[in-house]
T-cell receptor, first 115, second 112 residues
């Protein structure tokens, strides 16, 4: 079954304690992306990756890091989390390109609370 | 980046058609129009996309204005399961960028 898997689904942490949210896809997709969703602000793109070792900033990259060492994995790293990073996070992947290949598949989400 | 404008919310009765509008007056010739929806407590899911011609699939239809400055997602018979936030986004396929701007979408409420 085609899947984008995020872990953990729920996370409560404290300010300054480094954390990583993992994302894995089993569809051999080139493109992966991270979004955050906040009430009244909709979905905003944090970072995206067009292939292994190729990443770029989205609209709200401050305070986040990503890496793409393997095609299937795209972890989101918060080196020093702050309360304003409390949010619902989604990972997505797609084949890239045009037409039907460009459909994004989303994970179930990770709800992060930074105290 | 070209942006889209959608109403914040809409209501529909069950079993009736729903027309969800989207304005994208700054769309470029190479922008695809994509629609996604987000059911409660789930990640977004793909609904439909198109470039110039109207499109149909098992979930919905997409009607694109001749000047491409607006589009309408059509759910032919709304069910309670269609209650969700619907996002209209533009996807540029030639700029080499994979930026997506989702915006806040339209929250569809379906009345039984």
């Amino acid at each position: 079954e085609a899947q984008v898997t995020q872990n953990p689904r729920y996370l409560i942490t404290v300010t300054g304690k480094k954390l990583t949210v993992t994302c894995s896809q089993n569809m051999n997709h080139e493109y992966m992306s991270w979004y955050r969703q906040d009430p009244g602000l909709g979905l905003r793109q944090i970072y995206y990756s067009m292939n292994v070792e190729v990443t770029d900033k989205g609209d709200v990259p401050e305070g986040y890091k990503v890496s793409r060492k393997e095609k299937r994995n795209f972890p989101l790293i918060l080196e020093s989390p702050s309360p304003n990073q409390t949010s619902l996070y989604f990972c997505a992947s797609s084949s890239g390109g045009v037409g039907v290949k460009n459909i994004q598949y989303f994970g179930a989400g990770t709800r992060l609370s930074v105290l | 980046d070209a942006k889209t404008t959608q109403p914040n919310s809409m209501e529909s009765n069950e079993e009736e058609p729903v027309h969800l509008p989207c304005n994208h007056s700054t769309i470029s010739g190479t922008d695809y129009i994509h629609w996604y929806r987000q059911l409660p407590s789930q990640g977004p899911e793909y609904v439909i996309h198109g470039l110039t011609s109207n499109v149909n699939n098992r979930m919905a239809s997409l009607a694109i204005a001749e000047d491409r400055k607006s589009s309408t997602l059509i759910l032919h018979r709304a069910t309670l399961r269609d209650a969700a936030v619907y996002y209209c986004i533009l996807r540029n396929t030639t700029s080499g960028t994979y930026k997506y701007i989702f915006g806040t979408g339209t929250r569809l409420k379906v009345l039984a």
